[in-house]
């Protein structure tokens, strides 16, 4: 608990070390379309990480076998980024293990349990932020519903950056958000960009200005700066609030394409869409930075199912479309159009507790390779 000085020092400090992030940004990007070996890092996670994990692991093994062969890519298992591990070393991501995650290119990660409450910090957000991961990329598409959706949340900052650096004073609690002109002009061009290369016309820039006058304030701004540089793309502000209801009112959402928001809002409402889509466990998500990147479900370790010994019937179809994301970003187009090929042929499957497991999943969508 601090007193009116110590929260000023605090504070004080936060503000010189965001100055530090910026300054210290390295913009260096990792091409893959020379790059003659690609690591790949396989982090099991927590909980129903493990299973469908393996699952992925398994599938990428058979997708990539002549190039595991040859050497031109390597699938590398990283241990110890389990909550026991984090617990004992007191590191969301202990020492050892980040040393480990940076000898690799690209990360295919199982959910990690992120402890509630005391200082931990997440590991999730712990590695987005030590590998600057800033473009989090959550498509969600219902073709029989006509929509095909790309978030584009901002990874690093908003409410996360200085998430576990908040401040209790006698009766208040104090939280920050930060957002920076660097921050959002990239992941803003990163999302115009994405819509460039796809044919997409339409972008929604998603923030609450209305209220969080400062910082989404400049979140919108800079959106319709860099805007001015596609100027084939339309593009609309709204609302967190009526965003969140848009997406369930029809034919209104239909036309939403690309979708640019800060990070809180949009771990909140990528969470709906995929509902819309089947479930979070249908879900896969890319977390693209300049030099690494990382993909995942957009779930967590569903620690419930596996009290419940239900941990096979864990849904591996989020960390399947990860690894076909993945193989997108590495320039693995053919290897992700035949992985996306046999999801889409495993489409009408249901896992699940009355449906069929994880495992019979993994293994039809194998069959359709
Ligand atoms: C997500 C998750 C994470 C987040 C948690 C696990 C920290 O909900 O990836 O959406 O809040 O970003
Ligand atoms: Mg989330």
Known sequence: ????????????????????????????KTDFTTKKQVVIGVIDGD????????????????????????????????????????????????????????????????????????????????????????????????????????????????????????????????????????????????AFEYAKNNGKTHLSVVTKANIMKKTDGKFTAIAHEIAKDYPGIEVEDYYIDIMTANLLKDPLRQKFQVIVLPN??????????????????????????????????IHGSAPRMIERGQGHYANPASMIKASAMLLRHICRTKAAERLEKAMDACADLTVGVGGITGAEYAEAVMKNL
Not at 10 to 19: R, S
Not at 269 to 297: C, H, P, R, W
Request: overall charge negative; glycine content about 10%.
């Open 264 to 297: 809180l809002y949009g771990d909140i409402i990528t969470d709906e869409a995929a509902q819309l889509q089947g479930g979070v466990g249908t879900a896969g998500s890319a977390n693209i930075g300049d030099k690494y990147a990382m993909f995942e479900a």
């Open 47 to 190: 909980g129903i990480g493990p299973i469908i994990t393996e699952h992925a692991y398994n599938v990428l093994k058979v997708l990539l076998a002549d190039e595991i062969e040859a050497g031109s890519i390597i699938l590398k298992q990283i241990n110890g980024l389990t909550i026991e591990n984090r617990i004992a070393c007191n590191q969301p991501i202990p020492t050892d293990v980040l040393a480990e995650i940076k000898t690799c290119d690209v990360l295919l990660k199982g959910p990690t349990t992120t402890p509630h409450g005391g200082t931990m910090e997440s590991a999730n957000v712990a590695m987005r932020r030590e590998l600057d991961l800033y473009a989090n990329c959550r498509p969600v598409c219902i073709p029989e519903q006509n929509i095909d959706w790309m978030f584009y949340r901002e990874n690093t900052e908003g409410e996360y950056v200085l998430g576990s650096k908040g401040l209790e004073l006698p009766g208040m609690a104090v939280d920050f958000k930060v957002t920076t002109d660097m921050g959002t002009s990239r992941i803003v061009r990163a």
């Open 1 to 28: 608990m601090y007193d009116i000085n110590q929260a000023l020092e605090h504070f004080k400090k936060i503000l010189e070390g965001q100055m530090e992030r910026i300054a210290n940004t390295d913009t260096t």
